[in-house]
């Protein structure tokens, strides 16, 4: 696979996840292990520009795959985060972001959600799109004010 812009050679059990491999094989400490259940979203990353819980999915179905993790990103949102306080511990900031830009990916390709998907991005459509994403800090307003502003 490819992470972050550099091809990766790895050879590992069937069963090991892509978060495991990128944080223990390969040294990619970005992605977080929250609940390592899917639920948190602290693992997301994106494969083929796609947001994706790395803790659910196993490394070899990845195999030819681009992965960027928060350490690939270079991204108007991450700026937006801290002139918003968008983060406040930082644990869960990789994966939002990397969920962020996917979000607003899948807006800008019309794909809708539960709060509309059609026409400008609103609030409450950043926060159910996000949704997925947990932070124990509870900076999500300043989450959404970024978000909000980059989508401008």
């Known amino acids: 696979?490819?992470?972050?812009?550099?091809?990766a050679a790895l050879?590992?059990?069937p069963w090991v996840s892509l978060l495991d491999a990128l944080r223990e094989r390969l040294g990619v400490t970005g992605p977080k292990k929250g609940c390592?259940?899917?639920?948190?979203?602290?693992?997301?990353v994106l494969?083929?520009?796609v947001r994706i819980n790395s803790c659910l999915a196993l490394a070899v179905q990845y195999d030819g795959r681009e992965i960027t993790t928060i350490e690939g990103v270079d991204h108007p949102l991450q700026e937006a985060f801290v002139r918003n306080d968008g983060l406040q511990c930082g644990y869960?900031?990789?994966?939002?972001?990397?969920?962020?830009?996917g979000m607003l990916a899948e807006h800008a390709a019309g794909m809708p959600s539960a709060a509309g998907g059609s026409g400008e991005l609103s609030e409450d459509e950043v926060r159910e799109r996000m949704s997925g994403n947990l932070c124990r800090c509870g900076a999500y307003n300043g989450?959404?004010?970024?978000?909000?502003e980059v989508a401008r």
Do not use: R
Not at 36 to 44: L, M, N, P, S
């Open 47 to 49: 494969a083929d520009g």
């Open 36 to 44: 390592d259940q899917g639920a948190c979203g602290a693992c997301t």
């Open 11 to 13: 050879d590992v059990e």
């Open 92 to 101: 869960c900031t990789s994966g939002q972001i990397c969920s962020a830009i």
């Open 1 to 7: 696979m490819k992470v972050n812009g550099d091809v």
């Open 143 to 148: 989450i959404v004010d970024a978000i909000m």
